[in-house]
């Protein structure tokens, strides 16, 4: 397949710890401006409160409803086509509040680095 073409494989999800199924559809050295992950959280999850230092988030919502908490914000609810906007070093969350699984796209940029998640207590 062209470099430039990079596809979505379902068998390439795995979960991490936070509390939801990730595929990194994009994520190299090769392009340190920017990564790309599908993000899948099932009914009645919500995920670890958590940041990302030095790094811009957006949630592009693809399928399912839910509730985000953007830093101090009270939650609110999100469905498919929002985009939620996480500045660096903000905490964040989001709980599936649907019967069926929430799915976005996680952007990061400049692209995510696991050395620079930070999970926050409760």
């Not at 595929?23 to 899948?40: K, L, Q, T, W, Y």
Request: glycine share 8%; hydrophobic share 30%.
């Amino acid at each position: 397949m062209p470099e430039h073409i990079k596809r979505l494989n379902p068998e390439d999800e795995y979960y991490f710890r936070e509390g939801c199924h990730i595929i990194e559809v994009s994520n190299s050295g090769n392009d340190e401006a920017v990564s790309i992950a599908r993000a899948r959280v099932e009914p009645g999850v919500v995920t670890r409160w958590h940041s990302v230092l030095g790094t811009y988030e957006r949630y592009v919502i693809t399928s399912g409803k839910g509730e985000v908490e953007v830093g101090d914000q009270p939650p609110i609810e999100v469905g498919s086509g929002d985009v939620v906007l996480i500045p660096p070093d903000t905490k964040q969350r989001i709980r599936n509040t649907g019967s069926s699984d929430l799915e976005f796209l996680a952007i990061c940029s400049p692209r995510f680095r696991i050395e620079n998640y930070r999970e926050l207590s409760d």
